[in-house]
Structure formats: C-alpha cells, structure tokens
C-alpha cells in the first residue's frame, strides 16, 4: 500500500540543470522520469508542475531591464519547454504523459481544464500542467499549489536539492537543523523560504500539505511515496 493515492509533484527547473549550468540535463531528465514511472507502476496517480528557471526566470529577467508581464509570459514558456522535455522522456519508457497548457498552445499541449486533467489521472497517464497559472506575477509555487488543489491531490510533494526544510540554508549555514514537521505558519513567521508566500497561503487555506525532499537521489520518490521520513511535513 502506497501512503499516497493522487499526487502533485513539483519540481524545480534548476535542478534539471543537473551540473551543466543552464538547459537541461539528459541525464537528470532520465533520472526523474525512472523515478516517476517506479511511483507510476505502482499505481499512484501523478500530476507534475515544472520550473522554468533552467531557462528563464521572469523575476530575474526584469531586473535586466525586461518588462515584468513579458519576463513571466517567457517564463511560462520555460516551463512548457521542460514539460515537453519530461513527456519525451516518460514517453521514451513506456508512460503515457499528456501535457497541458495554462495558455493556450495546441498543438504543442491541450488546453488545461481540471475534468481534463482528473480523467487522464484516472486512465493512468501522467498529467504535467505547464505554463504556470497562465497568469504574470504568480510563480510556479503558486501555480502547483493551485492545481494540486484543484485535482484534489492527496500532498504535493515538492522535489528540491535539499532533503527537508531547515532552520537555515543548509548550504550555507552547516549547522542549520532540520524539521521533520513544521506547520504552515512557522514557515511563515520564520520567513523560511519553502516556497512563495502566495503558494503558502493558498495551501494552509485549503488544508494542502507540503511534503519537501531531495528529488535528486534517485529512489528518493519511492521512499516519500512509501512513507519513510526522509524529507519536511509541512502543515497545518
């Protein structure tokens, strides 16, 4: 028995870097698509949100002079790109992913309705949402915290290069501790930087937990899905 039954995994655009710098690493892309298909094979019902920060980050992007609506549009299609990439490699070992789009792209991805995304969940095919909330100033927290909540996931399970939530930035701050458990508001009175607080706010509102690990070991998702305490419970 899985400890989950429909998850929303998000995962970080950086991270698909891998140690190139920039794009996206082979490597690291199959890396997360073997572990998406142990989970999937298992019959946890999976959908994913992507970052784009590999290739482009709005928030950046207007500190170069971008315009702030533009920088997100070309974020969003940043996060397009990386969920092309992950079907192509999901799709390459025999898992049916279907992309959807918070803009609309066709033929590059269908057009994201809740009903759309909750019937390919059912029929096993595994349902990446990009393009964020099709919306600027809204990030890909808030975007993965908004569709997990609409597909009526059981967490979201948020892959990061970390394994968990920490008093500090474990990486720059070697005695930063780590919680096992936390709830949504010392996040917030702390100012730990889980995720935006948007994101945070709309999942303590609607009772969605958070669940951070380390995506980048492979085996790590089986070990969340199999409930071994690996990573951060973030609650209410």
């Not at 920039?22 to 992507?50: C, F, M, P, S, T």
């Not at 790109?81 to 992950?86: G, H, V």
């Not at 393009?131 to 967490?155: C, H, K, M, Q, W």
Request: glycine residues 12%; aromatic residues 8%.
């Amino acid at each position: 028995m899985t400890k989950f039954k429909r998850i929303l995994l998000k995962l970080s655009g950086e991270s698909l870097m891998g140690e190139q710098g920039y794009g996206i690493d082979v490597q690291r892309l199959n890396e997360y698509a073997a572990q998406i298909k142990e989970i999937r094979d298992l019959g946890v019902q999976i959908g994913i949100v992507i970052g784009g920060g590999n290739i482009f980050r709005g928030l950046s992007g207007t500190g170069k002079g971008f315009d702030r609506v533009k920088g997100d549009q070309m974020g969003m299609c940043a996060t397009v790109i990386n969920s092309l990439a992950l079907s192509s490699a999901l799709g390459a070992i025999g898992v049916k992913a279907r992309v959807l789009t918070a803009i609309r792209m066709e033929p590059i991805g269908e057009f994201y309705s809740k009903w759309k995304a909750c019937e390919a969940l059912e029929r096993g095919e595994v349902v990446i949402m990009s393009a964020g909330t099709g919306n600027p100033y809204f990030t890909t927290d808030t975007g993965s915290s908004l569709r997990g909540i609409e597909i009526e996931a059981d967490v979201m399970l948020k892959g990061t290069r970390v394994d968990g939530v920490y008093t500090a930035d474990p990486e720059k701050d070697p005695s930063a501790e780590k919680f096992e458990k936390i709830t949504y508001d010392e996040v917030l009175s702390r100012g730990l930087r889980v995720m935006d607080i948007t994101a945070i706010a709309m999942c303590k509102e609607n009772d969605f937990p958070i669940y951070v690990f380390n995506m980048d070991q492979p085996g790590n998702l089986r070990k969340v899905i199999d409930g071994e305490p690996i990573g951060t419970y973030v609650h209410a």
